[in-house]
């Protein structure tokens, strides 16, 4: 086996080039490796509560759902770019919440946006065949890193600085010159950080790369109002936004992107030959969630509640945690006590997991998941009801860190 170059030349085996042939090997699914935790969380009476996916377990609005079943757009395909209504509901809302001015006609409709994070550098590459780099920040959602693999172009981390927030100034000029497009996640997974996103527009434009900002924890952003790309202009940036995370809608498959006229209007383009779609029905339901803030408003305070709590019963087992700047995660210090990893050779994060799986029977996420830079974390997402983290806690007052 032939690793893939990745990260700025180095190799970090993530994709594996097959000796048969040289395909390209997918390696094991992230969340695929805590199947051990979860087998070890089981054990306990009322079950494993699972706190490491960050799939929204509260329902979605009730009329949203009446929207799905009602829409009439079962029969015809729908428009890849987005229905009229759709683009619409999407300018109207980041505009009464976020007070910037993106037209319908720069605005088109995604998959979920898992697809697009992941399809982005092999549709920028068709446009410029010349570049063959994605910079993505250091600690991340790993489908930036993958959508780099999948192209097969080189995936190159930005470093971060103390405080989360991307070091801009230390991408080198040779990284630049090759770069297809830059990330941005603010509120960022798993760290909760605000980027500062006037920055990154800016380096951007200065080196003609295009700049995608990942904003779909914006709805939970705690520290201040939330902040989208789009403030700052919209040439050369790209705002992609779901409603996985906003109505709790991670089962439609619903997002868009806007922005930058010409990317929007080439990616959009691209998609359409291609034959991405997101269902008519699903569309209708989208732009009725769009409409409505009410449910968000509700849902901030649930989240606000449960990070709040569950870092109280995290700090009281003598794991400080603090609450995040954004998002519904804790991105949780390994205390000292699990520095020297497990005794099987795994990480301080494996072994604050696994000890979390045995005594608290909850799952979370080892850092290390988001890039070795998240090694000595762990990601928290609170997820679960009120009763479930409650049950956490009586668990993990009866523990004992040793
Ligand atoms: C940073 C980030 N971006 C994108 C996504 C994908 O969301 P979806 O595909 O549901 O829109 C997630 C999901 O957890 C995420 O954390």
């Keep these: 086996m032939t690793s893939l170059p990745v990260s700025g030349g180095e190799t970090q085996g993530v994709g594996e080039l097959g000796d048969a042939g040289g395909g390209f090997v997918p390696p094991v699914y992230p969340f695929d490796k805590l199947t051990v935790f979860a087998e070890l969380a ?55 919440r976020f007070g910037v001015d993106a037209e319908p006609s720069l605005i088109a409709a995604c998959v979920g946006t898992k697809e697009l994070v992941a399809g982005v550098p092999h549709w920028l590459r068709l446009r410029s065949p010349q570049r063959d780099t994605v910079l993505y920040p250091i600690l991340a959602y790993p489908t930036y890193e993958m959508g780099a693999i999948l192209a097969r172009c080189r995936a190159v981390p930005v470093p971060a600085r103390p405080d989360g927030t991307m070091d801009l100034a230390s991408i080198s000029p040779e990284d630049a010159a090759r770069a297809l497009c830059l990330w941005v996640n603010s509120p960022g997974n798993p760290g909760g950080q605000l980027d500062d996103l006037a920055a990154a527009a800016r380096w951007g434009r200065a080196y003609g790369v295009p700049v995608f900002s990942d904003e779909c924890y914006i709805e939970f952003t705690w520290a201040g109002p939330g902040r989208t790309i789009l403030e700052h202009g919209l040439e050369g940036v790209v705002a992609v936004h779901t409603l996985s995370k906003r109505s709790n809608l ?8 806007a922005g930058d006229p010409d990317l929007v209007e080439y990616l959009s383009s691209v998609r359409r030959h291609a034959g991405f779609m997101v269902p008519g029905p699903v569309q209708h339901a989208a732009a009725v969630a769009l409409g409505d803030d009410a449910h968000v408003d509700l849902q901030r305070a649930i989240y606000a509640t449960r990070l709040e709590r569950f870092a109280k019963v995290l700090s009281e087992t003598g794991i400080p945690a603090d609450t995040p700047a954004g998002s519904f995660y804790l991105w949780v210090a390994v205390p000292e006590e699990f520095a020297a990893g497990g005794s099987d050779g795994t990480s301080s994060s494996w072994a604050l997991t696994t000890w979390l799986a045995e005594y608290g029977g909850v799952l979370v996420t080892p850092g290390d998941t988001y890039g070795p830079a998240g090694t000595g974390h762990v990601r928290v997402a609170l997820v679960q009801p009120e009763d479930r983290l409650e049950l956490v806690g009586r668990r993990l007052s009866a523990a004992k860190i040793t």
């Design 42 to 96: 089981q054990r306990h009476e009322g079950g494993a509560v699972d706190l490491s996916i960050g799939t929204p377990c509260d329902p979605p609005p009730a009329q949203v759902l009446a929207a799905l079943a009602s829409s009439g757009a079962e029969r015809g395909y729908p428009a890849s770019i987005g229905s009229t209504e759709f683009r619409h509901a999407a300018s109207a809302w980041m505009s009464r």
């Design 250 to 257: 991670a089962g439609l498959r619903v997002g868009f992107f």
